[in-house]
C-alpha cells in the first residue's frame, strides 16, 4: 500500500513539474507584425545563464586561435552577437540570440558600419518622393552652400558619368567607401536621419557626421542643396540646404587612456567621443537582420523601401569588388577586402559555397563587423556580429593599432568557430537558400 501510495506521489510530482516548466515559444508566420525571435536572456538571480555557458564554452575551446586570454575581453572591449536560425518544414525561420556581454557592453566607435542604415535610408526616402518621379538612378547633384561643403557634378565611374544613389550604394558596400557615404548623409540631412532611426527603435544611435573629413559640429549639422534630374535633363526635385537644430541627449562616451590631438600633440587623458557617431552592437546587427529577413523584427524596425530595393542591396552586401562592372575595381581590392568575419585579412582565393552579406568598419583601433553567413552546398545560415578594441597600447591616434597581429585573427577565427558550430548541430529541417543566391556577374 505505501508503495503504491509512493508511486503515485511520484507520478503526481512529475505531472506537476511538466505542467509548471517554462517553455520556449517561437512563432513561424513570416506576416506577423511581431519578430519571430526568441533570446537568451541574462539570468538576474547570479545563475550561469544558457549565453554564458555558450559563450564560455566557445572562447575556451577557441582560446588558442582566436588570439586572447579571457582576461583581456574587457580590455578589448569585446562584444559578440551570435544568431541561430531554424526552419521549419514551410522554410520560415524563427531565430534564437546570444549576445556577450549583454547589456552591460561599453561605447565603441563604429566607423564604417553607420553606412548600412544610411544607405537603407536613403532608399527609404527615394520612396518618400516617389511622387517626385526619382529613383535610385535619377541623376544627382550635389552643390555647395556652406562652409566646408563640396560639390558632385559627375561620377567617372557611372557608365554615362551621372552620379545617382545607386552608385553610391554600390561604392559604399563593395568598398566602403567614405565620400559615397558622405553624399548620402547630405541627401538625407541629420535630423531626419537620426529621427527615423529613434523612430525605429534605436534609440541610443547618434549618426552626427560625416567621415574621413574633418568638419565642426556645426557644419555637419548644416547639408548640402542637391537637386534631381531624369536622363532628358529635366529638374524633377530640389532640395535645399538643410541645418539641424535638434539638440541630442549629452553623453560621456571616452576611449583610452590617451590621444594624440589635432595638432599631433600627446594628451594624456581618455578621448572624448561624444560628439561622435554612435551605434551600438545590438542595434546594427538587428539593422543587418531587417533587411536579410525582415521578419525577425518588429514591423515598425523595418525600413520602408521596396522588394527590389531590399534584393539590391542585398546582391552588393555579398558581391565582391572584382565582380562589379560599374564603378570597376579590377584588381584594385581582393575579394575578402571588407569581410572581415570568417575571412579576416585573408587575401586567398574565396570559397565558392560561401557568401557573406555584411557591413565592416575599422578606425581608432575598433574593428567591427555584422554578417549574415551563407554557406549554400552545407545548407548553413547565421547572423553573427562582433567588435575588438585593437588598440592595444590606449593611445589614440598615433596610428599604432594591431588589427594584423589581434583584430583580423580574431575575426576570422570567431567566424570560422561559429561555422563549426553550425556545421554540428543538427537541425529539423535543413535550410532553402535560393533567393541569396545571386546572379553577381548581372549589373543592375
Known amino acids: 500500500m505505501h508503495k503504491i501510495q509512493y508511486v503515485l506521489a511520484l507520478f503526481l510530482v512529475l505531472i506537476a513539474a511538466h505542467c509548471t516548466a517554462p517553455k520556449r515559444t517561437e512563432s513561424t508566420s513570416v506576416t506577423s507584425q511581431k519578430p519571430i525571435n526568441t533570446t537568451a536572456t541574462e539570468n538576474m538571480n547570479g545563475n550561469t545563464t544558457p549565453q554564458e555557458t555558450f559563450f564560455k564554452r566557445l572562447f575556451t575551446e577557441n582560446e588558442t586561435t582566436l588570439g586572447f586570454v579571457p582576461g583581456k575581453m574587457k580590455a578589448y572591449n569585446i562584444q559578440v552577437i551570435y544568431t541561430q536560425i531554424n526552419r521549419d518544414a514551410q522554410n520560415n525561420p524563427t531565430f534564437h540570440t546570444y549576445s556577450y556581454p549583454g547589456e552591460s557592453a561599453a561605447y565603441y566607435y563604429p566607423a564604417s558600419t553607420v553606412k548600412l542604415p544610411i544607405v537603407l535610408l536613403a532608399l527609404q526616402k527615394l520612396q518618400e518622393l516617389k511622387s517626385k518621379h526619382i529613383t535610385k538612378y535619377s541623376s544627382m547633384i550635389t552643390d555647395a552652400g556652406y562652409s566646408g561643403q563640396t560639390a558632385t557634378y559627375n561620377d567617372p565611374n557611372t557608365p554615362d558619368g551621372r552620379p545617382c544613389i545607386a552608385q553610391y550604394i554600390k561604392r559604399i558596400l563593395l568598398v566602403s567607401d567614405n565620400d559615397a557615404f558622405n553624399r548620402l548623409y547630405e541627401f538625407l540631412g541629420q535630423e531626419y536621419i537620426n529621427k527615423e532611426l529613434h523612430k525605429k527603435g534605436y534609440a541610443s544611435a547618434q549618426i552626427l557626421h560625416r567621415l574621413d573629413v574633418y568638419l565642426t559640429a556645426d557644419e555637419n549639422r548644416h547639408t548640402n542643396p542637391i537637386r534631381f534630374y531624369d536622363t532628358a535633363g529635366n529638374l524633377l526635385y530640389e532640395q535645399s540646404m538643410q541645418y539641424n537644430r535638434t539638440k541630442y541627449q549629452e553623453r560621456n562616451d571616452v576611449q583610452g587612456n590617451a590621444y594624440y590631438d589635432g595638432n599631433h600633440v600627446l594628451q594624456q587623458k581618455p578621448m572624448n567621443f561624444s560628439g561622435k ?8 546587427h538587428k539593422i543587418l537582420m531587417s533587411i536579410v529577413m525582415p521578419q525577425s523584427v518588429h514591423a515598425n524596425q523595418r525600413f520602408n523601401i521596396s522588394e527590389e530595393d531590399r534584393l539590391f542591396v542585398l546582391k552588393y552586401m555579398g ?22 568575419l570568417y575571412y579576416g585579412s585573408d587575401k586567398s582565393p574565396v570559397q565558392n559555397s560561401i557568401r557573406i552579406f555584411n557591413k565592416s568598419g575599422n578606425a581608432y583601433g575598433q574593428l567591427t563587423d555584422a554578417a549574415y553567413i551563407v554557406d549554400f552546398d552545407k545548407k548553413i545560415e547565421f547572423f553573427l556580429s562582433a567588435t575588438i578594441n585593437c588598440n592595444t597600447d590606449g593611445i589614440l591616434n598615433d596610428d599604432a593599432y594591431d588589427y594584423i597581429g589581434l583584430g583580423y585573427p580574431f575575426m576570422k577565427n570567431l567566424g570560422n568557430a561559429i561555422y563549426r558550430e553550425e556545421l554540428n548541430r543538427r537541425k529539423k529541417y535543413l535550410p532553402n537558400l535560393a533567393e541569396y543566391q545571386f546572379n553577381f556577374a548581372a549589373e543592375n
Not at 557617431?277 to 546594427?284: A, G, V
Not at 579590377?330 to 572581415?340: E, L, M, R
Open 277 to 284: 557617431n554612435r551605434l551600438n552592437l545590438e542595434s546594427l
Open 319 to 340: 558581391a565582391y569588388p572584382a565582380e562589379s562592372v560599374y564603378p570597376s575595381y579590377g584588381k584594385s581590392y581582393y575579394d575578402t577586402w571588407v569581410k572581415f
